[in-house]
């Protein structure tokens, strides 16, 4: 599995992406959003009702976010529901869509004893050097657009897409399939 990951600093320049990307044949499912969550609710709390702040989900990630009902279908509202998925050094507690990695990010999450780091965790599906790199864009308050890829054209599709729009550091990333983390 690959996913192009792209680094955006505010939310405009994300939901252009978005809007390119949509229109190019990337469906909402391929589309995953990774941020810490003060900055989910900075940039994107127009778009999000916190919900479920104490309970805990039985065998994963507590939800944090979910997309807010007003918006409907709209673009705006592509990543659905916005799981904790750790925290960082730097900041507090980091939320992901469960398309991340196309899912393998949250199976490891909740196949995980003790939740340590989300570098550490996201260790567990990327290469650590890859895992440290993407925390420390979370760290400084960053969103990271993930977009799932199938082949060389739609990789080189999506990189053009999130370069057009503002992405830092536009790349590709491989992680192995969920189900090796689920258990």
């Known amino acids: 599995m690959r996913e192009a990951v792209g680094v955006f600093f505010d939310a405009e320049t994300l939901h252009a992406a978005v809007d390119e990307l949509a229109a190019s044949g990337f469906t909402y499912e391929q589309l995953g959003l990774l941020a810490e969550e003060n900055t989910i609710a900075k940039w994107l709390g127009e778009f999000y009702t916190r919900i479920n702040e104490s309970a805990e989900t039985e065998g994963g990630p507590r939800i944090a976010f979910v997309a807010d009902k007003s918006m409907g279908d709209t673009v705006h509202a592509f990543l659905g529901t916005l799981f904790i998925v750790g925290t960082t050094v730097a900041s507090g507690a980091v939320v992901a869509s469960a398309a991340i990695l196309g899912g393998a990010l949250v199976a490891a999450l909740a196949g995980a004893v003790a939740l340590g780091g989300v570098g550490a965790v ?49 790349k590709v990333y491989t992680a192995p399939s969920a189900s090796r983390h689920a258990a």
């Open 122 to 170: 996201m260790s567990l599906i990327l290469r650590e050097s890859d895992a440290e790199e993407l925390e420390q864009q979370v760290d400084e308050g960053h969103l990271l657009l993930f977009v799932r890829v199938q082949g060389a054209e739609a990789e080189g599709k999506a990189l053009d897409v999130l370069s057009r729009h503002g992405a830092f550091d536009a």
